[in-house]
C-alpha cells in the first residue's frame, strides 16, 4: 500500500470538499478502492500505486481549474471526474488564451467548449450567415451570444440585435400580466442571462438603454435594415416560412448572423409549419451561409440532460412516423 498526500494551498478547500463534503464524496465513489481522508488544507491518498496515480491526476487538474476560476461546481466537478476522454480533459485544462472569446465579468472566461461549439466558431469567423441545430442545453445561444460579445468589444460591428419569435409551449402573449415589455421579457430570459454572464451589469445597462444591444421579439424586425450589427435568432424552428424569410432578408452590409434552433421543439399551432428545415435545406450551398449541427455530446449543463436527449432520441426511433404530427 503506497500513501500521497496532496496540498490544496493555492484553493480554498471548503469550496473543493463542498458543502457538507459533497465533492469528497463525489470523489470517494469515483475511486472505491482508495482510502480518502481529507485533513485542513490537504488530501491523503492509500491504496495501490495503480489507483493512486489515476485520481492524483483528476484532483491535480480539479486545482488547476479552481486556481483559474475559482469555484467549481458539483456538477463540473463531477464532470471532471467521470469523464476520461481527451475532450472532456481538455475543456477543463488551461489552454490557449487565444480560445477565449469573452472575459465577463470577474474575469471569467467565455470559450467553446466542445468541437462543435468550436466549429460554429470557425464557421462564424468565415461566413456571414451561420446556421446552428440542436437540441437544448448544447449551447447554440450561448456560443452565439459570445461571438456576439466578442465582435461588439473588438469592434467589428457597432451592435449586437437578439431575436426571438414570441411562440412558447401553449401561451399566448394575450394572456400574459404586464405591458408588452413585461409579457415580451419572459421569452427573451435566456438572452439576459447569456449577456450578464459576459457583460458586467452596469456597462450591459448602458448598452441596452443606447440600443447598442437591443433585444426584441422578431416582429420587430420587420421593415428594418440591419447594417454593422451582430444579429441571433433564437428558437428558429418557432418561425413559420414567411418569418424566416423576413429576417435573412433584414441581414444589410457589414453584418452578421447566426439563426439557431431545435427542430424537436417546435411549439407553433397544429396548422403551422417550421420555416427553418426549408430555409436549411434550400440555402444549402450558397456560399458565405455556414452550417452547424450540435448533438448530446455538446451538452454542457447537467450530466443528466445529455442521457435524457438519448431517452428521447431512442424512444422516437421505436415510434412510427406516422405517429408524429407532422410541423
Given amino acids: 500500500m503506497t500513501e500521497t498526500i496532496i496540498n490544496l494551498d493555492s484553493v480554498n478547500p471548503i469550496d473543493f470538499f463542498g458543502a457538507n463534503n459533497r465533492k469528497l464524496d463525489l470523489l470517494k465513489k469515483k475511486f472505491p478502492l482508495l482510502k480518502i481522508l481529507s485533513r485542513g ?13 489515476p485520481a492524483r491526476e483528476k484532483i491535480e487538474l480539479i486545482i488547476s481549474y479552481m486556481e483559474r476560476n475559482g469555484d467549481l461546481s458539483a456538477n463540473y466537478f463531477e464532470q471532471i471526474l ?13 489552454r490557449n488564451p487565444t480560445d477565449v472569446l469573452v472575459f465577463g465579468p470577474n474575469g471569467k472566461s467565455v470559450r467553446a467548449r466542445t468541437a462543435n461549439q468550436k466549429r460554429m466558431v470557425t ?22 451570444v459570445a461571438l456576439a460579445v466578442r465582435a461588439l468589444k473588438n469592434k467589428i ?24 415589455k413585461e409579457k415580451i421579457d419572459p421569452y427573451l430570459r435566456p438572452l439576459y442571462d447569456a449577456l450578464d454572464d459576459m457583460i458586467p451589469a452596469d456597462k450591459l445597462g448602458y448598452y441596452m438603454s443606447t440600443r447598442t444591444i437591443e433585444i426584441a421579439p422578431l416582429a420587430y ?19 413559420n416560412d414567411l418569418q424566416l424569410k423576413m429576417f435573412l432578408t433584414r441581414i444589410g452590409s457589414n453584418a452578421k448572423a447566426i439563426i ?7 411549439d407553433l399551432p397544429k396548422n403551422q409549419r417550421s420555416g427553418l428545415d426549408k430555409a436549411m ?24 440532460v445529455k442521457a435524457i436527449i ?9 415510434e412510427s412516423p406516422q405517429s408524429y404530427h407532422q410541423h
Fill in 41 to 53: 488544507t490537504q488530501i491523503k491518498l492509500s491504496g495501490a500505486p495503480e489507483h493512486i496515480e
Fill in 281 to 304: 435545406r434550400i440555402l444549402q450551398n450558397i456560399d458565405g451561409i455556414s452550417h452547424i449541427e450540435l448533438d448530446e455530446e455538446d451538452v454542457v449543463r447537467h450530466k443528466l
Fill in 221 to 239: 424586425m420587420r421593415g428594418r435594415t440591419l447594417d454593422n450589427a451582430f444579429i441571433i435568432l433564437d428558437e428558429a424552428q418557432n418561425t
Fill in 123 to 144: 464557421a462564424s469567423d468565415k461566413n456571414d450567415i451561420v446556421f446552428a441545430i440542436g437540441p437544448a442545453g448544447t449551447g447554440k445561444t450561448y456560443t452565439a
Fill in 260 to 266: 439557431t434552433g431545435d427542430p424537436t421543439q417546435i
Fill in 157 to 180: 460591428v457597432k451592435k449586437i440585435i437578439l431575436t426571438r419569435p414570441a411562440v412558447e409551449a401553449g401561451e399566448n402573449l394575450g394572456f400574459l400580466p404586464g405591458d408588452l
Fill in 310 to 318: 438519448r431517452a428521447y432520441e431512442k424512444d422516437k426511433e421505436k
Fill in 82 to 94: 467521470g469523464g476520461d476522454d481527451a475532450e472532456t480533459i481538455d475543456n477543463f485544462t488551461e
